[in-house]
Structure formats: structure tokens, C-alpha cells
Antibody
Framework: QVQLQESGPGLVKPSETLSLTCTVSGASINIWHWGWIRQSPGKELEWIGNIYDSGKTNFNPSLKSRASISVDKSKNQFSLKLSSVTAADTAVYYC???????????WGQGTLVTVSS | DIQLTQSPSSLSVSVGDRVTITCQATQDISKYLNWYQQKPGRAPKLLIYDASNLETGVPSRFSGSGSGTNFIFTISSLQPEDLGTYYCQQYDDLPTFTFGPGTKVDLK
């Protein structure tokens, strides 16, 4: 059974870089595809980006190249970095497995990141 | 970019009611439409993939249909544990993914 768990700082200052890690258990990080999705308080889900088993990444164009995703095979983890954050980046951030290149399942429990000075 | 709209945005129902939610895409997305359930304070859970395929372990009272631009999600007989927000998500426009705005289902 695949399980995911997000971790990282819950508070980030404006203009700094948000960094989150997703630890995967029950599956090899090498052979699956992975994604990040966020949800601002009371709002809808917003896809951030994916990293594929090839190492290729894709991102939501609305993030204007602020996002990056990488994999640490030795730790079976993948990570999200979002630069130059503002209050608009305050959200619950979820990591998820991208199955068959089409749907996200399962998801981590999510972690709230607040951008504030 | 493909946009998704859902209707209604919210609905109040009774246990045992039939619930129908629609998701409309701004262009043809074939069958590439999925449905998720999100309970308050919890992560979304996949219910239906590729418009009409029930994810393993999901109760058969949930179903989906449609293709092209119009999709329907149905709960045949609402149970108390079904309360929450339901989202559609498309993946025809790869490599980008889009979620709908959600439909909140609560009790009358």
C-alpha cells in the first residue's frame, strides 16, 4: 500500500523560497510518477506540477517558472520548491502519486504553509 | 487552456437522496475526466477515473458518465459519510491538469 507524507516549514516569509518534501512508502520513487497540488483556504484545488519516472517535470504555467520538483532516490522522497512566495501562496500543499499519467491517487494528508512576515 | 465548470456549486440533501453533479469542459476532453471526494480537513480521494470507471474499493452507489464536454457524477442513495466536496479533474490537455471549482454536498 502506497503512502505519502508531506513535511516542511509551516511558515515562510514573503519573497523567500517554500520547500516541502514528500516521503513515499510502499513504492519505489524511481518507477512511478508524482505530483504536487495545493488548496488555498476555502478554495479549489490547484495543480502545481509533476515529476515523471524519466525525471522530466511539468508545471502549471500560472506559477511563472517559480516552481521546481526533484527526486531523492536514496531517501525515496520527492521535493517541491516554490520561489519568491507571497501571501497568495498560503495553502495546504498535497503530494500525490500520478497514476497512468492521468489521475492522482493516493494523496498525502497535506501540510499547511502560511506565507507571512 | 481547458477550464472546467461544475454545477451546482453546493447542494443540500437528505440521506437516501439521489445526487447529481455536472462538470462541463470548455473543449472536448474525450473521456479524460476524473472525480474526487474531499471531506473536511482531509485530502481528496479518487472515486472515478476516465469518466466512468469506479476506483477499486469505492462503493457502487457512486457512478460517472459522459464524454466530450459534458460529464455527470451520481450518488444513487446518499449516505451520511458521503458529505463533503466533490471535484472533477481533466487530463486531456497534457501536460497540464485542471480541477473544477467543486460542489459542496451537505445535509438539509
Amino acid at each position: 500500500q502506497v503512502q505519502l507524507q508531506e513535511s516542511g516549514p509551516g511558515l515562510v516569509k514573503p519573497s523567500e523560497t517554500l520547500s516541502l518534501t514528500c516521503t513515499v512508502s510502499g513504492a519505489s520513487i524511481n518507477i512511478w510518477h508524482w505530483g504536487w497540488i495545493r488548496q488555498s483556504p476555502g478554495k479549489e484545488l490547484e495543480w502545481i506540477g509533476n515529476i515523471y519516472d524519466s525525471g522530466k517535470t511539468n508545471f502549471n504555467p500560472s506559477l511563472k517558472s517559480r516552481a521546481s520538483i526533484s527526486v531523492d532516490k536514496s531517501k525515496n522522497q520527492f521535493s517541491l520548491k516554490l520561489s519568491s512566495v507571497t501571501a497568495a501562496d498560503t495553502a495546504v500543499y498535497y503530494c500525490a502519486s500520478l497514476r497512468f499519467l492521468g489521475w492522482f491517487d493516493p494523496w498525502g494528508q497535506g501540510t499547511l504553509v502560511t506565507v507571512s512576515s | 487552456d481547458i477550464q472546467l465548470t461544475q454545477s451546482p456549486s453546493s447542494l443540500s440533501v437528505s440521506v437516501g437522496d439521489r445526487v447529481t453533479i455536472t462538470c462541463q469542459a470548455t473543449q472536448d476532453i474525450s473521456k479524460y475526466l476524473n472525480w474526487y471526494q474531499q471531506k473536511p480537513g482531509r485530502a481528496p480521494k479518487l472515486l472515478i477515473y476516465d469518466a466512468s470507471n469506479l476506483e477499486t474499493g469505492v462503493p457502487s452507489r457512486f457512478s460517472g458518465s459522459g464524454s466530450g464536454t459534458n460529464f455527470i457524477f451520481t450518488i444513487s442513495s446518499l449516505q451520511p459519510e458521503d458529505l463533503g466536496t466533490y471535484y472533477c479533474q481533466q487530463y486531456d490537455d497534457l501536460p497540464t491538469f485542471t480541477f473544477g471549482p467543486g460542489t459542496k454536498v451537505d445535509l438539509k
